[in-house]
């Protein structure tokens, strides 16, 4: 066994390991042998969670008394307006509440609660826009917009417990726009701006929002998005009776529709409104917010998170994950329409009192160094993003150097963070090398949107690096991986990610779905354990979990997470054309999966140009019916789809197809073998 200079052998998941030099082929796994990136002595000198040891003793603080353990940081973390009596309430599992009796305010403890903290003239938000234009929000004016916007909510008669759709740019109006719904205890329910109008009606209508909270337009890459005019268009599709009122961020100044009964600018309607507004105190249970995300039947989930347990989850993580500390300036590149956005920009920075940047833009405008070149400009020393950007990335520098990372002085950065989808090690090691510069920890933090924050991830200071890992469970979190009955599988043998004990973090229910949030998320056969939807195998060695992708029928394009139902649904929605659809992920080196679609037509096949015009018009239906991400990039034509005897769509096939591969499975219960030629052919 191989060791480095310090931190020679450290308990690993209860087991004993050694540490690779730190040389060439670090990291991997050579001979049977286990080589990690140690932590860096300078790392773990000033870390929160500082060492291996550190981490053990709080897995055995958890592990010893779960709901003791939680309640600690609960008090730590979090400051309530009465405090709980009880820590975890498992009486209606897994309706599982807690911390249910007290009350407090998030944006209290995000806001009001720093400036009390002496932290009232510390920037809280670092805002560049697309066009590069810098703009600084100290905690202090945060809390007053917030408090203006919030009094503007009240004024027009939202209450606690009203949902308001927020369908906004990248913004600190779009932060704001969430603290405010949280000071007055309005659950919001946030729409990521590149979805269409019939997908935001639909979120619109199944939330019940009384308000939408948009801006006239957004602004990415130099280009100018509408917002507000799908705002209107989704309310003119109708079922969204319930909105009285769309407050409007000018963004652009863009000529936009307008109707008095229902529109406000929101400089207009916050002017002259006090910079004081008094929180709302709910119970730690009350809905903080929806949103929505897609699951593996057509139909997107509401996932409703908590205040109080949503809240303690995402400022621990926050704190311990980035090791962030009074002087870090944290960057998560994710948009609030994502869950990464709500709890690592929105709320757990604030929570903790961290100054973040905030980026309106692309990474790959004006170039593809504009990352690099935020990191220098604003000194960001934690930087948070996604193997889909960082992949891209390595393309453009391969195209041309000028965008590659060693042109800029990248040296304020400690940490750097993954998440979204599985990073494949190649992209992990350039990431390494060229943007940490070989000295900064990267934190690959597997975690989900009904998850709250992260649930399996490195702690910077403690845990050494395995590329392609997220390592080891968060202290609290009961990670484990097992077979479809529910018993554990032996380490080294892949089955299905779980978690064994309820988080204070974690989903509440799906909006009006009680029984769905059953059925998805606690199936029967698993023994009350909360089922992720992914697969995982943990190492013999190490103990640490790799993530091996999800389990159902949902895909990962980009990070964004897609139901292929819901794109099918999409397809066959278009009853002119369509008769019949099945839509297959296919691997892919940047994108991590594309979307590729099998489509019968009602009328004949088509071929040649008619299939590419055919194809043309069908992507551009499901952008409109769920948005530009949801297009499918391959589209191919059968007189009918592979079927068995019993009609079931062979899926495994068309995943073989998709990807060109050779038909190695058996088709000998294929009805149609014929359609296999047809569908190999790309348009
Ligand atoms: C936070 C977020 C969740 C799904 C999840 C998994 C994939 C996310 C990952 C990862 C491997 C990681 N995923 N992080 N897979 N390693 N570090 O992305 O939430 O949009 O709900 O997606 O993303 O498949 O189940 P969400």
Request: glycine share 10%; net charge negative.
């Amino acid at each position: 066994m191989k060791t480095n200079g310090h931190d020679a052998t450290v308990a690993l998941g209860g087991k004993v390991q050694g540490f690779a030099e730190n040389d060439g082929a670090k990291g991997t796994k050579a001979s049977g042998e286990i080589r990690l990136y140690a932590v860096p002595e300078p790392v773990m000198k000033r870390a929160h969670v500082s060492g291996m040891s550190a981490y053990e003793e709080l897995v055995a603080e958890a592990g010893a008394d779960h709901s003791a353990y939680w309640a600690r940081l609960a008090r730590e973390f979090v400051t309530w307006k009465r405090p709980f009596t009880q820590s975890l309430d498992d009486s209606e599992a897994p309706f599982f509440k807690w911390f249910e009796d007290g009350t407090l305010n998030v944006s209290y403890n995000c806001l009001d609660r720093q400036v009390e903290r002496g932290l009232g003239d510390k920037v809280a938000i670092l805002f560049e826009a697309d066009d590069g234009q810098v703009s600084r929000v100290t905690y202090s004016e945060l809390l007053a917009r917030t408090c203006r916007l919030a009094n503007v909510l009240r004024a027009r008669g939202v209450k606690k417990g009203d949902r308001v759709v927020i369908y906004m740019s990248m913004s600190v109006e779009g932060v704001v726009a969430m603290q405010a719904c949280a000071r007055i205890g309005a659950t919001h329910s946030v729409v990521f701006g590149g979805f269409s109008a019939q997908s935001l009606r639909d979120r619109m209508e199944g939330a019940g929002a009384v308000m939408v909270i948009t801006a006239d337009e957004q602004l990415r890459g130099g280009k100018q998005l509408p917002l507000k005019a799908i705002v209107d268009e989704a309310i003119a599709l109708g079922g969204c009776d319930a909105v009285k009122d769309v407050i409007v961020y000018k963004r652009t100044g863009a000529k936009i529709a307008w109707h008095p009964s229902r529109d406000h600018w929101m400089h207009e309607a916050t002017e002259g409104q006090p910079d004081t507004c008094e929180p709302e105190w709910v119970g730690a249970e009350h809905p903080l917010f929806l949103l929505y995300t897609s699951g593996s039947t057509g139909k997107p989930k509401g996932v409703q998170h908590s205040t109080g347990g949503y809240l303690l989850h995402a400022a621990v993580t926050t704190k311990w994950t980035f090791d962030l500390h009074d002087n870090d300036v944290f960057w998560c590149t994710a948009d609030i329409g994502w869950v990464t956005g709500h709890t690592y920009i929105a709320y757990g920075p604030l929570a903790i009192g961290a100054t973040q940047v905030v980026f309106e833009g692309v990474p790959t405008y004006p170039d593809a160094g504009r990352f690099w070149k935020m990191i220098q400009d604003h000194k960001v020393t934690v930087f948070y993003t996604a193997p889909t950007a960082i992949r891209s990335l390595i393309k453009a520098v391969s195209a041309n150097d000028a965008a590659h990372p060693k042109h800029y002085d990248l040296s304020s950065l400690r940490i750097l963070g993954s998440v979204g989808e599985p990073i494949n090690p190649a992209a992990w090691e350039w990431y390494h090398a060229h943007v940490g510069g070989g000295r900064c920890p990267i934190v690959d933090t597997f975690w989900q949107t009904e998850t709250g924050g992260h649930m399996i991830t490195p702690l910077p200071g403690a845990t050494p690096l395995l590329p392609g890992s997220c390592t080891l469970p968060f202290p609290g979190i009961a990670a484990a991986i097992v077979d479809d009955i529910g018993n554990d599988v032996p380490d080294g043998q892949g089955g299905m990610l779980v978690v064994k004990k309820p988080w204070p973090g974690m989903i509440r229910t799906i909006w009006n779905e009680d029984e769905r949030f059953k059925d998805s998320y606690f199936p029967r056969e698993l023994k009350g354990y909360y089922l992720a939807g992914d697969g995982a195998i943990r190492d013999e060695a190490t103990g640490y979990f790799t993530i091996t992708g999800r389990i159902d029928d949902v895909l990962n394009v980009s990070g964004h997470r897609m139901g292929t139902m819901e794109i099918e649904s999409a397809l066959v929605s278009c009853t002119e054309l369509v008769a019949e659809a099945a839509v297959v992920g296919r691997p892919d080196e940047t994108t991590g999966e594309t979307i590729c679609a099998f489509v019968v037509l009602k009328g004949p096949r088509p071929t040649g140009d008619a299939a590419k015009k055919i194809a043309a018009e069908l992507r551009s239906w499901v952008g409109k019916e769920i948005g530009p991400i949801a297009k499918p990039k391959d589209i191919r034509f059968g007189d009918n789809l592979p079927k068995t005897r019993s009609g079931k769509i062979m899926r495994r096939l068309l995943r073989s197809i998709a990807k060109d591969e050779p038909i190695t499975q058996d088709i000998s219960t294929l009805e149609n073998p014929a359609v296999l030629d047809q569908l190999m052919e790309r348009n």
